[in-house]
């Protein structure tokens, strides 16, 4: 089974913080993912990486960053927490194979900015 | 990136089968259509996956008319256990690419 974890299920942080949210999968995936996901607004892309070192941003980037060193490791970076940054943050890898990707979902994180 | 439309909610009740309809009118020819289930609390779940026609498995069946332009994921004899949101992606055949989720459809099924 294809496995992908984050660093915490739930935590807990002021603004002004930076904060680091860290995936792994094991599957050897190429493509990883950040998402956050708000209630009524669906889960909303904030950067993708489809290598090592290689990143692109989603629809909304503005306020994070990342990094992938490894292959396994993507990690999205809160440079200075605000509170409008509070939500629940999901990690995905995929596999693309003939016919299409899937997409492999962490259980997610779930940031509180005070 | 083409959009997708589907209804906010749905109610059904055990046993029946529910049918979940997607509209993507400006779906591009090397799109296709991915289905996502998800829970409270955890991550989105792939189901069922297609370009054309009718893909099924062991949990669902996917209708894609010829038009491309809407697709229905089909879940036969719904349990309470189905109860969560349904997310209808369309996503290009390429490598690198990015595929949108929408807000989905709640279902809710009823005993």
């Known amino acids: 089974d294809v496995k992908v974890t984050q660093s915490s299920r739930y935590l807990v942080k002021r603004t002004g913080e930076k904060v680091f949210l860290e995936c792994v999968q094991d599957m050897d995936h190429e493509n990883m993912f950040w998402y956050r996901q708000d209630p009524g607004l669906g889960l909303r892309l904030i950067y993708f990486s489809y290598d090592v070192k290689m990143k692109e941003k989603g629809d909304i980037p503005e306020g994070y960053s990342v990094s992938r060193e490894k292959k396994e490791r993507f990690s999205l970076i809160l440079e200075s927490a605000s509170t409008n940054q509070t939500s629940m943050y999901l990690c995905?890898?995929?596999?693309?194979?003939?016919?299409?990707?899937?997409?492999?979902f962490g259980p997610g994180t779930r940031l509180l900015v005070l | 990136l083409a959009k997708t439309t589907q209804p906010i909610s749905m109610d059904s009740y055990e046993g029946q089968e529910v049918n979940i309809t997607c509209s993507h009118n400006?779906?591009?020819?090397?799109?296709?259509i991915t289905w996502y289930q998800q829970f409270p609390s955890q991550g989105p779940r792939f189901i069922i996956q297609g370009y054309k026609t009718k893909v099924t498995n062991e949990v669902a069946s996917l209708f894609i008319p010829a038009d491309r332009k809407s697709s229905t994921l089909s879940l036969p004899r719904v349990s309470l256990s189905d109860t969560a949101v349904y997310y209808c992606l369309v996503g290009e055949d390429t490598g690198g690419f990015k595929t949108i989720f929408g807000a989905g459809t709640r279902l809710f099924v009823k005993a």
């Open positions: 400006n779906i591009a020819t090397n799109d296709y």
């Open positions: 995905a890898s995929s596999l693309y194979l003939e016919g299409g990707e899937t997409q492999y």
